[in-house]
């Protein structure tokens, strides 16, 4: 069609000359309106960008407090416990994903609801901004179906982030009543903080059968290898702050700690590493005078001495990640962010993307025994390799700490490479930062 | 004319209206498709108020938590290792680290039971362990334990099954619930099932085990190790069959699989279907119902059809000319086809669901094999054929290198179960998973060195790191008379004038003690001077004085000029991994004798440098004094003539290249070959006759024994500076001294 309005074009000249000279103005105007509109409807048309843009036009402008409300009948069903002996070939549903050329999988995501016990009462926050924001990355990302039945993993609008921050009986049953739930097969549930008072599990305690569990802060003894992703703790602040990017060398301290929540029996070993080896140690506490207004989350100190947070961070060579309650520290990536190199003391701790992220050259774990070792072990790591492992520890926040957009997607790949084995991401594609 | 206007631009309006409706409509569809999909889709909403969401956890959630108020994290370890669990063990609760930190990490093996021979396979485990620098004969300086019992084959109906295992544990002082022992299994389980059971309570004790499942395998505790046939070589080992690239990295048949089909049990299930995928041509899957003594009483109807085809194919050629092998599971998860798969550059298509993969912790499966589903196998050969040819190349390669680096040899077998432990011990000083799988493979690189893969010669060129851009001239001293001789002044006095010199250290190996700092000549590079014992295999001990990458390795009597110095140094830059030198040697295989020759005449071929004036890595100072058995050190020491043999085997192990001869100038050739070679009475080639001679031939005899194989590698160049000896002006050329 572009081809034959072209024809007209260089006719439509020749024809010009033979009118009387009134018409002409009136008839190249005309003719100019016209083939100015065919342009801007072959543009129009053709153009696919174009389109997408605008499909934000389509998309339903609602709030969040519009959304559906479920009742849950309290002797709906609850799913079993996680069974701690699956494994992809033996709980995952293979079939569902399929043989195609492009080795993706689906992604379906439940639409939202409002879920309500027998008396009204809200059985979880909604939906958490982080939550809404990893379910729009998958929803924007060529893993994403609308098509519940071409699908081949579930990731269900429950938000189950935060344990401390829902109900978990009346979630479990709300995850039953999912309409492909089918004990859990192929459904994906991210979550950050497991766990709560006083044992703090280190997998989500909601029972969820056969569903797969990414979760933040797995240990060993929860993490069922080659089935579970093994998922950083978001740190808001990275959205927050931004930290210019540090070239890697010397820098102040030589070891700070900055976490706030330690046992006492940690921060004793931390004091004595300090007073063997002075200035280049520093341990951060909170504040106790700080002015009202002030954030005491952005503040730390150190005998008197304010410091910014998480600006400090890049003040330090090596920065202390302790296990608190949890195994998963959200501190993790905030020393990734800075560039500073993380020193992790958490034994059984599965790091995050373990499965494909090479932590050898980005981190130093110590065991918990032996802490009071870490300055001695530190020092003898050469300066080559620890301006190395600067490097890739800003370089790991780039590419899989930074947004939960980073996290969702390297969940989903993960779990994409485990499926099309023979179309896997390599090792080197995963670790190697793009070269300078 | 009016009414031909009105017509034309009629047809224009129409045919822009045509356009807007329909045409562009369907142009469009037809050619984005997916991009109008996209559009269409429901994707998840832009809700109005999503700014407004609260966080899933605030700040100070965040950072403040857990309380305190929680047990101690002392307690809660102590608490941890009492608990006794054997089902879930790992390295923090099942293992006494305390143990090793006293001297390092030994191991010990429990001698052998009077009247209870171990098998074959077993036999060859423990003297792999024997062999290993970590031996120890003491148990009480051991960290890891080995039992004397015969653990591989834990089917009761096998011939191999040891009786009332339980019992006997129970009798060893130093069994501790198990605590620090390793215990190797090939064989678990039996008929119907093949459970993972070993029919004797392991507690505490680590499991070496061949077919793990990934269900009862304890991450970071066990080891998973291949199954290898009772015929697997105790060092050494074959190469792998690759032995030039082809490219495009295509053989005769794609995927190929031949073996038996199990009619009723476990595995059957697999097995029953790899007919489907038989196409005859490229495809090539047979399997045979033959095996076991009542078959016949199972049988179906496609046995005997199966059984013509079956013996239509040789199971070797196959192996032989097929790009992707199919490794399925037996009865068992495992199965002897992956190591011969792996040998061949056969790429295996793994068919075992839930199978823990041989050494996982340390090695990428993901770049040497095809980890397919038992469930979706009418997808592979969609899938194979799928891969690109790059990555074909690529995958058949790194078979090899895991062929060569981990698994040709029961000793690499049993040597890289025990670095995977010792890694785990300080996981700071540790291998990454880089060095693992990069040449030469992890058992070859010593963290102890370093970590990092720039103080390697291995990784120069894959890493984009340079060798230091100077040397270390390393002298060995052992004259007799208390001063300091003529040709060792000149020695210091050529090689500090090199640009690239650093530093001389001067190993002191006599048996009066160093002259005083004044005696020392006056040099512009610093001289430091470090004590040593007479031995021999002093010389490649790992001084730490030693600091650049490069070490020029000299005897007090070798006679050197700077601009032989430069020209050598520019050339190991070039080869870092390689030895550099001078004078060279060569070995043969001698069929008379039946055993290896060595030769110091001049030939056309060299396989040996004289480390009396050479330049090397610094790491092989490491290698050969941390890597080698001090028993094989022994030996060189007492022959008293072999240890520059012993360095150029290793290094040819290592690199699998032969070392580099570099040009020398003409009038010293003989003297040099003369002073390297004192004790020889007659000149330098030291004659078949002389001790020295004779000595040396031993070496390389029992050298070659020890490492199972001739590591060392032929070669007939020799570099020269560009323009040496040519017919141009003296003072166009760089090296100019060399020519006269």
Redesign the interface.
């Known amino acids: 069609i572009m081809c034959a309005s072209a024809k007209y074009n260089t006719r439509g000249p020749a024809l010009i000359p033979r009118m009387k000279t009134k018409h002409r103005i009136y008839y190249i105007t005309l003719f100019s309106i016209v083939l100015l509109g065919l342009i801007a409807t072959g543009m129009f048309q053709f153009w696919p960008h174009s389109i997408e843009s605008s499909s934000d036009w389509t998309v339903e402008k609602r709030s969040v407090h519009d959304v559906p409300v479920v009742k849950l009948p309290a002797d709906s069903p609850i799913p079993e416990r996680g069974d701690l002996s699956c494994r992809m070939h033996t709980c995952f549903d293979v079939y569902r994903c399929g043989f195609n050329p492009k080795n993706k999988i689906k992604v379906y995501i439940y639409s939202l609801k409002k879920y309500v016990d027998e008396y009204g009462t809200l059985v979880s926050n909604t939906i958490s901004r982080e939550y809404n924001e990893l379910l729009m990355a998958i929803s924007d990302s060529e893993f994403y179906t609308d098509d519940v039945n071409r699908a081949c993993l579930f990731v269900p609008s429950i938000d189950v982030l935060n344990q401390n921050a829902l109900r978990i009986k009346e979630t479990a049953q709300a995850l039953a009543q999912l309409s492909r739930w089918d004990r859990g097969t192929n459904h994906l549930l991210f979550n950050m903080l497991p766990g709560g008072p006083p044992d703090y599990n280190t997998a989500l305690d909601v029972p969820r059968d056969r569903a797969l569990l990414a979760g933040g802060g797995i240990s060993t003894w929860t993490y069922r290898q080659g089935y579970d992703v093994s998922i950083p703790v978001y740190s808001p602040l990275s959205g927050e702050v931004d930290l210019p990017e540090r070239g890697p060398g010397p820098r102040r301290y030589f070891i700070l700690s900055s976490q706030m929540a330690l046992h006492p029996e940690y921060r004793l070993e931390l004091e004595a590493l300090q007073a063997d080896n002075g200035e280049s140690v520093l341990i951060l506490d909170k504040c106790t005078n700080l002015s009202d207004g002030a954030p005491a989350a952005r503040k730390r100190c150190y005998k008197g001495q304010v410091f910014d947070y998480p600006q400090v961070l890049q003040e330090s060579t090596f920065c202390v990640v302790l296990r608190g309650a949890r195994l998963g520290q959200a501190v993790l990536s905030d020393v990734l962010q800075a560039g500073c190199v993380p020193v992790i003391i958490a034994d059984s701790y599965i790091l995050p993307f373990s499965e494909v992220l090479d932590w050898k050259r980005a981190s130093v774990v110590i065991p918990e025994e032996k802490m009071p070792e870490m300055y001695s072990i530190l020092q003898s790591i050469p300066q080559r390799q620890i301006e190395e492992m600067q490097r890739q520890a800003r370089w790991f926040w780039e590419a899989y700490f930074r947004s939960m957009k980073a996290i969702a997607l390297a969940t989903l790949q993960i779990i994409n490479d485990r499926i099309y084995p023979y179309a896997a991401i390599s090792y080197e594609e995963w670790n190697d930062p793009p070269a300078v | 004319?009016q009414t031909r206007?009105k017509y034309?631009?009629l047809?224009?309006?129409a045919?822009?209206l045509?356009?807007?409706f329909f045409?562009?409509?369907q142009?469009?569809r037809f050619?984005?498709f997916s991009?109008?999909k996209?559009?269409a889709?429901?994707?998840?909403?832009?809700?109005?108020?999503?700014s407004l969401?609260?966080?899933?956890?605030d700040?100070?959630?965040?950072?403040?938590?857990?309380?305190?108020s929680?047990p101690?994290?002392?307690e809660r370890?102590a608490a941890r290792l009492s608990f006794q669990r054997s089902s879930?063990c790992?390295m923090?609760t099942c293992f006494d680290?305390s143990r090793c930190e006293r001297n390092g990490f030994k191991v010990f093996t429990y001698p052998q039971e009077r009247g209870q021979p171990v098998s074959e396979t077993y036999g060859k485990i423990l003297s792999s362990i024997e062999r290993s620098r970590y031996h120890t004969p003491r148990p009480e300086e051991a960290c890891l334990f080995i039992l004397g019992i015969d653990t591989l084959d834990r089917d009761h109906l096998s011939g191999h099954y040891v009786r009332n295992v339980d019992e006997k544990i129970r009798g060893f002082p130093l069994w501790n619930g198990g605590r620090n022992h390793l215990i190797f299994n090939l064989y678990s389980g039996t008929w119907p099932g093949y459970t993972g059971e070993l029919g004797f309570d392991v507690g505490q004790a680590m499991l070496a085990k061949a077919s793990f499942d990934?269900?009862s395998?304890r991450?970071?505790f066990d080891v998973s190790i291949p199954l290898f046939p009772k015929e697997h070589p105790q060092r050494g080992g074959d190469r792998g069959w690759l032995y030039r690239d082809s490219v495009p990295p295509k053989k005769k048949y794609l995927l190929v699989f031949k073996g038996k089909r199990y009619l009723t049990g476990i595995g059957s299930g697999t097995r029953n279907a790899l007919h489907h995928i038989h196409n005859g041509k490229d495809i090539i899957s047979l399997t045979t119902c033959k095996h076991g003594k009542d078959w016949e009483k199972h049988k179906d109807t496609r046995c005997d059809k199966d059984n013509v085809d079956y013996e239509r194919f040789d199971y070797q050629e196959l192996l032989h000319n097929s790009t992707f092998c199919i490794v399925p599971r037996g009865r068992r998860l495992g199965s002897f086809r992956f190591l011969e798969a792996l040998q061949a550059a056969c790429i295996p298509v793994l068919l075992s669901?839930?199978w823990e993969l041989p050494f996982a912790e340390a090695i990428?499966w993901?770049?040497a094999a095809?980890?397919?589903?038992?469930?979706?196998l009418l997808?592979i050969p969609?899938?194979?054929r799928?891969?690109h040819p790059e990555r074909v190349l690529a995958f058949q390669q790194h078979t090899q290198f895991l062929w060569d680096a981990y698994f040709s040899s029961v000793d690499k077998i049993v040597h890289t179960t025990l670095e995977i432990i010792r890694d785990r011990l300080a996981?700071?000083?540790?291998?990454?998973?880089?060095l693992w799988?990069a040449l030469p493979g992890g058992l070859l690189v010593l963290p102890d060195f370093?970590?990092?893969p720039?103080?390697f010669p291995f990784y120069y060129l894959q890493q984009g790191y340079s060798p230091s851009k100077k040397f270390t001239a390393f002298i060995r001293a052992v004259s007799q008379a208390g001063s300091l001789s003529q040709p060792i002044l000149r020695l210091i006095q050529a090689v500090s004038g090199s640009q690239f010199c650093a530093q001389i250290v001067v190993l002191w190996s006599c048996e009066t003690p160093p002259p005083p700092r004044g005696k020392w000549p006056q040099s512009s590079v610093p001289v430091t001077i470090v004590p040593g014992t007479r031995k021999l295999s002093d010389r490649f001990f790992p001084f730490g004085a030693i600091q650049t990458d490069a070490v020029l390795s000299l005897d007090e009597d070798s006679s050197l000029s700077t601009s032989e110095v430069d020209f050598a140094f520019s050339v190991w830059r070039s080869f870092p991994e390689r030895i550099v030198g001078f004078s060279t040697q060569s070995h043969f295989w001698d069929p008379e004798q039946g055993r290896w020759g060595y030769t110091s005449k001049w030939t056309n071929e060299l396989s040996i440098v004289l480390t009396t004036t050479a330049f090397y890595h610094r790491y092989y100072h490491s290698l050969f004094t941390e890597l080698l058995p001090a028993g094989l050190r022994e030996l060189v020491d007492g022959l008293a003539a072999c240890e520059d043999i012993l360095m150029n085997v290793l290094v040819a192990a290592v690199t699998k290249l032969p070392p580099i001869k570099v040009t020398q100038r003409k009038q010293h050739k003989e003297g040099v070959a003369q002073q390297a070679d004192p004790s020889a009475p007659a000149g330098a080639e030291g004659t078949d006759g002389s001790p020295r001679f004779s000595r040396r031939q031993d070496c390389l005899d029992q050298l070659a024994d020890w490492f199972g194989y001739m590591p060392l590698v032929s070669s007939q160049l020799r570099l020269d500076p560009v323009l040496f000896k040519d017919q141009v002006s003296i003072l166009r050329k760089k090296y100019p001294s060399l020519e006269k």
């Open positions: 004319m206007k034309l631009f047809t224009f309006l045919s822009w045509l356009l807007f045409g562009g409509d142009l469009r050619a984005f991009g109008r996209a559009a889709r429901r994707s998840w909403p832009r809700w109005t108020d999503r969401l609260k966080s899933f956890a700040p100070e959630e965040l950072q403040r938590d857990g309380d305190p929680l101690s994290p002392r370890r879930g790992r923090e680290f990934t269900q395998f991450p970071g669901d839930g990428d993901g770049k095809v980890v397919a589903s038992e469930r979706l997808q969609s899938a194979v799928c891969i996981p700071h000083r540790s291998r990454s998973r880089f799988n370093s970590t990092h720039g103080d």
